[in-house]
């Protein structure tokens, strides 16, 4: 494993900057690097909440499978982001499924090793705390999306966040908007061809350009409203 990856994303992390140099080195010492190709599965619901992951490279997919086998998507989590902290700090089961979207290097790290660090460092215990502040804010977003927006409202709020606005094209593929929506390619692919028939946004092999973002905007609002 890189040590000085490691040591960078530890830095950067929301929890772990809270730590001093010499508890970041340690968790990187009794911790181990973990390789997931892509579509390859790191945890699922219901596993033992054993370990945290800090993501080095790549991307990971929280999500579940419904008993009638369609796929609901949590969140998408990149170099930087934690992966399955919240079932090592109540010790209970897995909540979700982890899933790599893309090849992906991880710094796996132990309950144990987490608990002896929070043990001895109480400040990291406040930046736990935020983090687990902004998973819940980020899953109250989603729930609303999901109960106000129809798929057309969805999609242009993905395409707004993207585009930063329509400052630039969006760079996801559409495998991964479908992903990101919860919808399957094939309702996707209509609705961006429905919204570029009304002149907000452009299709090419490179992928979309937004061309009316408070035409979006108005989207959303107006399906919010609903």
């Given amino acids: ?3 000085t990856v490691a040591v960078a994303a530890l830095a950067q992390s929301r929890l772990f900057r809270a730590l001093s140099a010499e508890a970041r080195q340690t968790l990187i010492d009794r911790g181990g690097e973990v390789r997931l190709a892509p579509e390859e599965r790191l945890c699922a619901k219901g ?3 054993d370990a945290l992951y800090l993501i080095l490279e790549g991307e990971i997919e929280v999500g579940v499978t419904t008993a009638g086998g369609k796929q609901v998507r949590f969140a998408s989590l990149g170099p930087g982001d934690l992966a399955g902290d919240m079932a090592v700090i ?4 897995r909540s979700a499924d982890l899933t790599a979207l893309r090849r992906t290097r991880l710094l796996r790290i132990s309950r144990e090793a987490l608990l002896d660090t929070l043990a001895s460092e109480p400040a990291a215990l406040l930046a736990l705390s ?8 980020a899953t109250d977003a989603l ?3 999901a109960v106000l927006h129809d798929l057309g409202a969805k999609l242009a709020q993905l395409l707004l966040v993207e585009s930063g606005g329509g400052v630039r ?3 996801l593929t559409q495998v991964e908007m479908a992903r990101r929506i919860s919808v399957s390619r094939e309702k996707l692919n209509r609705k961006l061809a429905a919204l570029r ?3 907000l946004l452009e299709l090419s092999r490179t992928g979309v350009r937004v061309c009316d973002p ?3 905007e108005a989207l959303v609002r107006r399906r919010g409203e609903d």
């Fill in 197 to 199: 028939d009304e002149g």
């Fill in 214 to 216: 408070a035409g979006l």
């Fill in 169 to 171: 094209p969006v760079q």
């Fill in 47 to 49: 596993d033992k909440g």
């Fill in 1 to 3: 494993m890189s040590q």
């Fill in 90 to 93: 109540d010790g209970g089961a």
């Fill in 143 to 145: 729930v609303e999306g």
């Fill in 130 to 137: 935020a983090e687990l502040v902004a998973r819940l804010r």
